[in-house]
């Protein structure tokens, strides 16, 4: 099993799944019904919006309307996409190839795709475990994971996600929790059930919120 690295993933029973416990936490916009957000939704979600990442970055252009938007004027933001940036620069062969949308499942780049044979028909852990399967990807993916919290606003990750963390507003403390726990998950644990090694965690630029924002939302809780 996985390490726990989260004091907040504790909870998890030994016969219960990571993903299954902190999916649960959230409340897809996909269904009719209340249901917990697929893990096939978001593996999807995440290794377009990286892929998409990547070519803007090959391109040369700054995200204006993707989930990894953020203000240029936004440092942290901004040093985070750096980084990204960075370690794509170093290794423009691997990440051109990686981002091109024919190297995705079955479901992705048909148009283009000359040869279907031998390609997954979706984003299962046999595809995952390949695209991961590079160090530097999963280094830049780290980082793809940190741009996405940098600006923990709550809110803005919902939309950015499609799915919400509860029903009511504003937002509760235990919200903060679930999306901490999410990212933990994103960056950490969806590696893991690869059998790969996720890229050693850098606390400095780690997108957790602020002392001001929780203290904010104990005291919305208080009132």
Request: glycine residues 4%.
């Amino acid at each position: 099993m996985s390490v726990k690295r989260c004091l907040l993933l504790e909870g998890i029973m030994e016969n219960d799944k990571i993903d299954v416990f902190v999916l649960r936490n959230f409340i897809s916009d996909k269904f009719s019904t209340p249901k917990p957000p697929k893990k096939e939704y978001l593996r999807c979600k995440i290794i377009r919006g990286h892929k998409r990442a990547t070519r803007q970055i090959i391109k040369g252009k700054t995200p204006k309307a993707t989930i990894h938007k953020f203000a240029i004027e936004n440092s942290r933001s901004l040093d985070v996409w750096y980084s990204l940036k960075s370690i794509i620069d170093q290794n423009p062969n691997l990440f051109i190839d990686c981002s091109n949308t024919v190297s995705g499942p079955k479901t992705d780049g048909q148009a283009k795709r000359k040869n279907s044979e031998g390609i997954e028909k979706s984003f299962n852990i046999a595809f995952c475990s390949n695209y991961f399967s590079n160090e530097k990807v999963r280094e830049s993916y780290y980082y793809y994971i940190q741009l996405l919290f940098t600006n923990f606003n709550l809110t803005e990750l919902c939309e950015k996600f499609n799915f919400k963390c509860c029903e009511g507003s504003p937002h509760k403390i235990n919200c903060v929790e679930k999306w901490i726990m999410l990212k933990e998950y994103l960056e950490y644990h969806l590696i893991k059930e690869l059998d790969l090694e996720p890229f050693v965690l850098d606390l400095s630029i780690s997108g957790l919120p602020s002392y001001d924002d929780v203290n904010e939302f104990i005291n919305q809780k208080d009132k």
